[in-house]
């Protein structure tokens, strides 16, 4: 059973970091990529930074040059640095795994989220 565990939520004053973790288990297939979704008050979550498998990474215009996704694979974890913290970050942090499974029909994929860390971040 595949498992996300977030932590490193917390309230921070704006221009405050905080560092996310997330710890993986209970991965079978391969992995085609990772990446942190945030879910604000009110509004739907949206997914802010990711790593393919390869190494490359990718951030919704918001949040470019001030967070960096990394990972860890030999302690399973994936992390979001964060600094330079706006209110406007304010939200719930999930982390996400998308695997994939092929077969002669094609690729398969699946997205597995965890139940997120809350951020606050105080004006």
């Known amino acids: 059973q595949v498992r996300l565990v977030e932590s490193g939520g917390g309230l921070v004053q704006a221009g405050g970091s905080l560092r996310l973790s997330c710890l993986i288990s209970?991965?079978?297939?391969?992995?085609?990529?990772m990446g942190w979704g945030r879910q604000a008050p009110g509004k739907q979550r949206e997914l802010i930074a990711g790593?393919?498998?390869?190494?490359?990474?990718t951030y919704v215009d918001s949040v470019k040059g001030r967070f960096t996704i990394s990972r860890d694979n030999a302690k399973s974890t994936l992390y979001l640095q964060m600094k330079d913290l706006k209110p406007e970050d304010t939200g719930v942090y999930y982390c996400?795994?998308?695997?994939?499974?092929?077969?002669?029909?094609?690729?398969?994929?699946?997205?597995?989220w965890g139940q997120g860390t809350r951020v606050n971040v105080s004006s």
């Open positions: 996400n795994v998308e695997d994939v499974e092929t077969d002669r029909h094609g690729n398969w994929y699946s997205h597995h």
């Open positions: 209970g991965i079978t297939r391969a992995i085609n990529g």
């Open positions: 790593i393919a498998e390869g190494g490359n990474t």
